[in-house]
């Protein structure tokens, strides 16, 4: 099956610090992708859509000047949380969408801001 | 707004039980339904979607227009199947996710 990979699957950072976290598909090419937030014993609350060559389109409530996607290639997406402060600290999950509509998730990535 | 609501967050059942984890659904358009799975320290991944009509793992769905709802059924429940369950809605060109089910699988 289509394989999606996230990295770094665990960060630390400091208050104030900027981070990425990068998304490829690795066995496929993704028009869209897809950035979500799971906080602990709760369910994943989509963020972005993020399509190729544009600019992607955040949910309601998101700050896009905070959580910056870019979606340079087919193959890769990648989320930079910037002046990342405690209350950013989350499980942030990319997934990647076949043209068949199945949509395939990366292991997540564990950001923690002290 | 398209909704998925799980009114269930925490659901034991016996080996060898049946299971029935519930999924309704809020959708002005034609629905695309999914369920995902994710066992212990594992990524999400796709278990079913209503459109293949297909049973996987021995599990099935059935969308139920009128009833708005994609249960998850499975007539005789194994450890292994003790996971999260997330019923998803396609729509608008995104996936929204219900609040999960935990389902433990007492031996």
């Known amino acids: 099956g289509a394989v999606v990979s996230q990295h770094p699957s665990w960060v630390i950072c400091k208050s104030g610090t900027s981070v990425k976290i990068e998304c490829r598909s690795l066995?496929?090419?993704?028009?869209?992708m897809f950035w979500y937030r799971q906080f602990p014993k709760q369910s994943l609350m989509l963020m972005a859509t993020?399509?190729?060559?544009?600019?992607?389109?955040?949910e309601q409530g998101v700050e896009k000047d905070k959580f910056l996607i870019n979606h340079a290639s087919l193959t890769l997406s990648t989320l930079t949380v910037t002046s990342a402060h405690p209350e950013d600290s989350s499980f942030y999950i990319c997934?990647?969408?076949?043209?068949?509509?199945?949509?395939?998730f990366g292991p997540g990535t564990r950001l923690t801001v002290t | 707004a398209q909704r998925v609501t799980q009114p269930e967050k925490l659901l034991s059942v016996f080996k060898g039980a049946p299971v029935e984890l519930k999924c309704n659904y809020s959708?002005?358009?034609?629905?695309?339904l999914f369920w995902y799975v994710q066992y212990s320290r594992q990524r999400l991944q796709l278990l079913l979607r209503?459109?293949s009509r297909e049973s996987i793992k021995g599990f099935t769905a059935d969308l139920n227009k009128g009833e708005t709802s994609f249960h998850l059924k499975k007539p005789f429940a194994q450890e292994e199947d003790s996971a999260m369950y997330y019923c998803?809605?396609?729509?608008?060109?995104?996936?929204?996710f219900g609040t999960g089910t935990r389902l433990t699988i007492i031996p």
């Open positions: 993020s399509n190729e060559g544009s600019k992607a389109t955040y």
């Open positions: 959708y002005s358009g034609s629905p695309e």
């Open positions: 998803a809605l396609f729509g608008n060109e995104k996936l929204t």
């Open positions: 066995d496929f090419q993704a028009t869209t």
């Open positions: 997934s990647a969408r076949q043209p068949t509509y199945e949509q395939y």
């Open positions: 209503h459109i």
